[in-house]
């Protein structure tokens, strides 16, 4: 018995590039998960090589901030309590809230921006600070991180464009609402402020030494975590999906071809093959 020909038809050769399409779509994922996992673990060996240098008195805002993120640093000034805002949608341990960033006027007078930590908010966007005021000096140790990412060329204002960027609830008799940030960026933060501020952030650390965190104070923020993440295994699963399409087809066209012979078979040579659909 001779093998039965598949015949080439236009929905053969358009199923053909569909499964290649979405097989060649699951390997580009997949090989973009292992560089996201490669960038992370260089992340991880810069994040932890900073982390144990010694702490770096920041005593200027002017700062060239190459080599400086992620460092520890210690401020000493005083917080401008007025000029607070909050990150809205922040969560904690599963429950909603947001983070609390306050400039700090250092001794020199320059200012940094000082991330205190995650306060818990219900609607995770509106806190009273007030409870949360610290009168006078501080000394605190903190995380250097990025500053807030710029807007990209052509995207709308996020102070006023349709995303909403920024609201300030109205205060009442009982209660002062922060200003409250939903998308911030580099320009509208820093066109907020009545001063110029540094290029990087400070993330207040958890003192050591402490027991359960202040009620009176932000729960301050730790060091980011230094695991690989997940992107090993979303880089498996989309090339296990490339491999089920490109098998799955060939499954396909092999069962067709079976069945042709099949058909043959019972019908004789001249039987025709119905090509896979």
């Known amino acids: 018995m001779r093998n039965a020909p598949l015949r080439v038809t236009p929905g053969g050769i358009a199923a053909t590039i569909l499964v290649l399409i979405v097989a060649a779509v699951c390997v580009r994922l997949g090989f973009w998960q ?41 401020l000493r000034g005083e917080f401008d309590e007025a000029r607070s805002f909050v990150l809205a949608g922040r969560t904690y341990q599963g429950m909603p809230g947001v983070h609390v960033v306050s400039p700090l006027r250092l001794e020199n007078g320059d200012v940094v921006l000082v991330n205190r930590g995650w306060v818990r908010a219900p609607d995770a966007a509106t806190v009273d600070l007030r409870p949360f005021r610290v009168e006078g000096p501080v000394r605190l140790t903190g995380l250097v991180v990025p500053f807030f990412p710029k807007r990209a060329p052509g995207e709308p204002d996020r102070r006023t464009g349709s995303g909403e960027a920024i609201r300030v609830a109205p205060p009442t008799a009982d209660h002062d609402a922060a200003p409250v940030w939903f998308r911030p960026d580099d320009d509208a933060v820093r066109a907020s402020l009545p001063y110029p501020v540094a290029d990087f952030i400070v993330q207040a650390l958890p003192e050591e030494g402490t027991g359960a965190a202040d009620a009176s104070q932000p729960i301050r923020l730790g060091p980011p975590e230094l695991d690989r993440g997940p992107h090993l295994s979303y880089a498996i699963q989309w090339f296990s999906f490339a491999a089920i399409a490109l098998i799955g087809w060939a499954i396909v066209v092999a069962r067709r071809w079976t069945t042709g012979e099949q058909r043959e078979a019972v019908e004789g040579p001249g039987a025709r093959v119905s090509p896979p659909q």
Request: aromatic share 4%; glycine share 4%.
């Open 34 to 74: 292992l560089d996201r996992l490669e960038w992370r673990t260089e992340r991880n060996r810069v994040v932890a090589e900073r982390l144990v240098q010694p702490i770096l008195p920041i005593t200027s805002a002017g700062l060239d901030t190459a080599g400086l993120t992620f460092r520890r640093v210690e």
